[in-house]
T-cell receptor, first 114, second 115 residues
Framework: KQEVTQIPAALSVPEGENLVLNCSFT??????LQWFRQDPGKGLTSLLL?????REQTSGRLNASLDKSSGRSTLYIAASQPGDSATYLC?????????????FGSGTRLSIRP | DGGITQSPKYLFRKEGQNVTLSCEQN?????MYWYRQDPGQGLRLIYY???????QKGDIAEGYSVSREKKESFPLTVTSAQKNPTAFYLC??????????????FGEGSRLTVL
């Protein structure tokens, strides 16, 4: 059974710092891995999707990496800004199919101090 | 604009009442999902549907029901059998496997409070 873990549960850093959020999963036979952002009281916004054949994806100041063999993904945020404050969640399918159930981590609540 | 629309955004229910949450998408996606989110917890899957007129139970389906009569619509009914229905409900959709990336898109959520 696929399980997804995100550590730490909360993180606070000063503005301008580079930071890394972690996501680990137990079953490495995944179709893809997706990172989301959630603002309080809102839905989830897709940030990056990494296919199983890819090692990383980049969008602006965000870079996500995927290491299936070790069951890990990281989300790197460069030059953090107060607007980056949100909860970040990762998600993977429970089986090797994008139509499988998608399992979410509990998220990392990020706070960027001005 | 293409997207997923959930309504209502806020809903109050008395104990013993059934309520239905609406989810409509105009992305032409085959798969649709309902998740529940409680404070400090991750998302838990209630039901999902990969095609019209077919749906499967997720991890916490008890006390909930769904229908998928149209591709663009996947309403969720929270029945009186659900013991602790107060939560934030999120609807999502994705294109079907084999032709696509499987990227998941979400609506803005519906917050249900039982009085």
């Amino acid at each position: 059974k696929q399980e997804v873990t995100q550590i730490p549960a909360a993180l606070s850093v000063p503005e301008g710092e580079n930071l890394v959020l972690n996501c680990s999963f137990t079953d490495s036979a995944i179709y893809n891995l997706q990172w989301f952002r959630q603002d309080p009281g809102k839905g989830l916004t897709s940030l990056l999707l990494i296919q199983s054949s890819q090692r990383e994806q980049t969008s602006g100041r965000l870079n996500a990496s995927l290491d299936k063999s070790s069951g890990r993904s990281t989300l790197y945020i460069a030059a953090s800004q107060p607007g980056d404050s949100a909860t970040y969640l990762c998600a993977v399918p429970s089986g090797y199919s994008s139509a499988s159930k998608i399992i979410f981590g509990s998220g990392t609540r990020l706070s960027i101090r001005p | 604009d293409g997207g997923i629309t959930q309504s209502p955004k806020y809903l109050f229910r008395k104990e013993g009442q059934n309520v239905t949450l609406s989810c409509e998408q105009n992305l032409n996606h085959d798969a649709m999902y309902w998740y529940r989110q409680d404070p400090g917890q991750g998302l838990r899957l209630i039901y999902y549907s990969q095609i019209v007129n077919d749906f499967q139970k997720g991890d916490i389906a008890e006390g909930y029901s769904v229908s998928r009569e149209k591709k663009e619509s996947f309403p969720l009914t929270v029945t009186s059998a659900q013991k602790n229905p107060t939560a934030f409900y999120l609807c999502a959709s994705s294109i079907k496997v084999a032709l696509n990336t499987g990227e998941l898109f979400f609506g803005e959520g519906s917050r249900l409070t039982v009085l």
